[in-house]
């Protein structure tokens, strides 16, 4: 099964390379890894050209905003199942193995475990599981 991760950018030169990197990270075999840049004015673009062996189909312009940002790279996707990381979000290590290997035909919404960081602090927030 083809996994598209889209990740929406704007000005993110500071978190932008490790959510790359979590997603280069995931060893998933049929993988496609789309940026949509809001035409950001930082060092975002230099980070997104540095992975080019990552990322796989990128774009930099003016949008109007995060719905039509994540829109915007919906409509490029080709796989079967499309999944959004913001900037600033890093996959856990096999998340995507984890989920093609349990989703379900009748799936249609997958949420997950959020690890949150700052101020020093590890929080964890329970979201859910599988929607079906």
Do not use: C
């Not at 249609?108 to 475990?113: A, K």
Request: no cysteine.
């Amino acid at each position: 099964m083809k996994i598209s991760i889209i990740t929406i950018t704007y000005n993110s030169e500071k978190t932008l390379e490790d959510t790359i990197q979590s997603v280069a990270r995931q060893n998933y075999p049929d993988l496609e890894y789309i940026i949509v840049d809001g035409g950001s004015k930082d060092a975002t673009l230099d980070i997104v050209k540095k992975y080019s062996n990552v990322v796989t189909k990128w774009i930099s312009e003016p949008d109007k905003g995060i719905s039509d940002a994540f829109n915007k790279g919906i409509k490029i996707a080709s796989g079967e199942l499309i999944g959004i990381i913001n900037s600033d979000d890093m996959l856990t290590d096999n998340s995507l193995n984890i989920i093609a290997k349990n989703i379900k035909q009748e799936t249609d919404v997958i949420y997950g475990n959020a690890i949150m960081f700052g101020g020093g602090e590890k929080q964890t927030i329970v979201v859910s599981q599988l929607i079906r």
